[in-house]
């Protein structure tokens, strides 16, 4: 195909693809949203994110669970002064049994009161200490259910009436603001991820108007449960380029402007 006869038929391909994309729910400028979230309230969160962090001039949100912050209380109320977002994480972190550190707390064995009592109690834990209310809550393991076989339930109505996201965990896909549920959000994670993938599931992301909710546990070296901290610079660096149409804030901030745009 010559020059002459491509012009056009990218120029016809441009407008197809226009018109099969909805107008943009995104601030002016942003094609998708990325938000960086890590769980557990771990100590290299504060003592190798928080640096990091205010250095790359991000903020992230941090789904605690109240015993951690308690231990290390003048670290989070510093995370907080530095306008990261808590979010609530539960109390006891309830899982599957087949995970042995949750056998004896295993979602297979709540029901949907035990569940409401163990949230509404960080809740409460997360406001006495840190003075903050969370909007935002991260299912322990990226599991929303309780109890077994007949019985067992969501508990994704629960969230959904407390807090503005609900988000889960191992995700293949990013949300699709026009079909994700806010209390049963995807979440991608990025612990031990290099950080040419993290981009390019950004790039993907803009070419889909999405919004990438990474999860991440420890911050440091890559490795299992850790996120590289050469991975969060190149988001940081990549959102930070304005041609790269990426809008990085935290998961309550991306949250509460996707509310307001629903009919
Ligand atoms: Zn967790």
Known sequence: MTMRSLIPALLILGCVNAAAQPPSVWPQGKRAAA?????????????????????????????????????RLEGWKRAVALGHEIGNHSRTHPCTGNYLFSRANALEDYDLERITLDIGAAQAAIGKLLGVTPASFAYPCGQSFVGRGRQARSYVPLVAERFLLGRGYMGEAANDPSAFDPANAMGTPFDDMAPAQALGILEAAAKEGRWVIFVGHDIGPRKFQSVDAATIEAIAAYARNPANGIWLDTAGAVARHLAGKRP
């Open 35 to 71: 938000s960086l979230t890590f769980d557990d309230a771990r100590p290299s969160q504060l003592d190798t994110g928080l640096l990091l962090l205010e250095k790359l001039g991000i903020r992230v949100t941090f789904f605690v669970l109240p015993g951690n912050v308690e231990k």
